[in-house]
């Protein structure tokens, strides 16, 4: 299928690797020209190099620490205008909800939720005038079926999606379709990271971890950065006109949830 967004300029931010690196696969492969950011500045580099060489496309790397005001600024200044806009940050470390502080909570939502409101507030209003735009928030199944280690997660992803609930509306007119996608389990460094943990508290092995996991997920597999770049890509389509304000789960069926 055409996406119908060849030529167009994007920004995927937290992309060298795993989900975000996904996204910007997807979209190179449509022919949009790209910046990507993360903060290590050789592996980002790399992948921009493979990414512009495999599709064809411009992508310019910024190394940056996206949930600074710094760091976004320097992405934002190589990026001058966006008709596309993914947004991501690392995810926020498990814990027990005793335990959290205020600080943690300030810190988390900083990165998962108002660095979000902050790039969509930079790059949106360009969109709107412009009459055409696309945003895809990354941010979890959690949004939907908490995750009660994650509870920092689940605080401050449902901030930003009561935030997009509205804004998504206020720019549709303008040809902006701002929407959410939610990854359950995908077989990223995220994931090895919580599978560890896992398997460090009830000391079992990693693979078993993994296999318990997978027997929770009814396709009884983890989710790709491929499949998740895949259907990014098509929430940046022409063809997805008519979507707005959504929140797109991928979990494998994991969610027990009717909608
Ligand atoms: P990942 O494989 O660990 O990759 C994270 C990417 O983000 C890397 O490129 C990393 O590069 C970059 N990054 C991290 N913090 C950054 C920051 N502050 N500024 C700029 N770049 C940053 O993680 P992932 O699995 O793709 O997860 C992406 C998001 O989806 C996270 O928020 C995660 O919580 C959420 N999520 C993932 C899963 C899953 O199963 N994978 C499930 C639910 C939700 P540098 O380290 O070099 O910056």
Not at 94 to 118: E, H, S, Y
Not at 178 to 195: F, K, M, S, W
């Amino acid at each position: 299928m055409d996406l119908g967004i060849r030529g167009k300029r994007g920004l995927v931010c937290a992309a060298s690797k795993g989900l975000g690196r996904g996204c910007a696969e997807a979209l190179a492969e449509a022919g949009v020209d790209l910046v990507i950011n993360a903060r290590s500045a050789d592996t980002l580099e790399r992948t921009a190099a493979e990414i512009a060489a495999r599709h064809g496309v411009r992508v310019i790397p910024v190394a940056a620490d996206i949930t600074t005001e710094q760091g976004r600024a320097a992405v934002l200044a190589a990026v001058g205008q966006a008709d596309i806009l993914v947004t991501n940050a690392g995810g926020p470390p498990p814990g027990k909800w005793t335990d959290w502080t205020r600080d943690d909570f300030i810190r988390v939502i900083d990165a998962n939720m108002l660095t979000a409101v902050a790039l969509m507030q930079a790059l949106v209003p360009g969109m709107a005038e412009r009459g055409w735009g696309r945003v895809v928030n990354i941010t979890s199944q959690s949004v939907r079926s908490p995750i009660d280690v994650l509870g920092l997660s689940n605080s401050a992803r449902l901030g930003l999606t009561g935030f997009v609930a509205g804004m998504s509306r206020a720019v549709a007119p303008n040809g902006v379709c701002v929407n959410n996608l939610l990854p359950g389990i995908h077989a990223t460094d995220r994931a090895e990271g919580l599978d560890s943990g896992v398997a460090r508290a009830q000391g079992i092995s990693i693979e078993q971890a993994r296999e318990n996991r997978k027997a929770a997920i009814p396709t009884r597999s983890y989710g790709t950065a491929e499949d998740f770049g895949a259907t990014c890509a098509f929430m940046c389509s022409q063809h997805a006109r008519f979507m707005v304000g959504q929140n797109i789960m991928l979990d494998g069926g994991a969610a027990n949830i009717s909608v």
